[in-house]
């Protein structure tokens, strides 16, 4: 793997590792090299002087979480966006799946370098964006974001220090919390100590 000018390539070689093969012949699946995970393939202790970044390591992270998300939008409709983009035409899937996650759920929300690729996804950003959407509104999913924010305010264990308080209150404390913000909190065990 050489390194690119592009952002993307690294993380789209990635991706292109983990991701499944198309072939549904049984012998060439078992004639093909055995898949590799994400960490064996980014922290190869063989290949330490080619091992991704850790942006890389973390763009193709954010992209494995979000590609049902990705798959769902391009399949809508009949398969009309996948065929307008060209995924099937395109040689390096890896780098078209990371080029979505950036345009759909990256920070900037946008992508950034150029070539073929991005000119065929920024032609039907208007659609992609659109579909992206309505399947996270469908789908209830956390809006505009990649997944990070959980809305979790309050951590899922509490130790309570009862020399100081006792656990009726705290846990009336958190449940009022809880009540003031419904839907964000994991809930979890409460502990007494009284150290």
């Known amino acids: 793997m050489s ?10 070689w990635i991706l292109n590792e983990l991701l499944p093969t198309e072939s549904s ?7 093909q090299k055995q898949r590799r995970g994400l960490k064996s393939l ?5 290949n330490k002087k080619n091992a991704p970044s850790k942006a890389t ?10 590609l049902p998300v990705i798959n769902a939008v391009i399949n809508a409709n009949g398969r009309k966006l996948r065929k307008a983009i060209g995924f099937d035409s395109v040689r390096n899937k890896g780098l078209m799946y990371v080029m979505l996650h950036e345009l759909l759920f990256g ?10 690729i991005k000119r065929m996804i920024i032609k039907q950003e208007k659609e992609l964006r659109k579909g992206a959407d309505e399947y996270i509104a469908k ?14 305010n309050f951590p ?3 130790r309570v220090n009862v020399l100081r308080s006792n656990t009726e209150d705290v846990i ?6 809880c009540s003031a913000n419904p839907g964000k909190t994991n809930g979890g065990p409460v502990e007494e100590s009284s150290k």
Not at 3 to 12: I, L, M, R, V
Not at 107 to 116: L, V
Request: overall charge positive; some cysteine.
């Open 42 to 46: 980014a922290f190869d202790p063989k």
């Open 25 to 31: 012949n049984n012998e060439n699946a078992r004639n």
């Open 156 to 158: 899922r264990y509490v």
């Open 172 to 177: 009336k404390l958190l449940d009022e919390g």
């Open 57 to 66: 390591y973390a763009t193709v992270c954010k992209t494995m979480q979000n």
């Open 3 to 12: 390194k690119s000018t592009s952002p993307y390539h690294e993380a789209g």
């Open 107 to 116: 920070k900037y929300k946008s992508i950034r370098g150029g070539g073929k």
């Open 139 to 152: 789908h209830g999913l956390p809006s505009g974001t990649d997944g990070d924010d959980r809305g979790v």
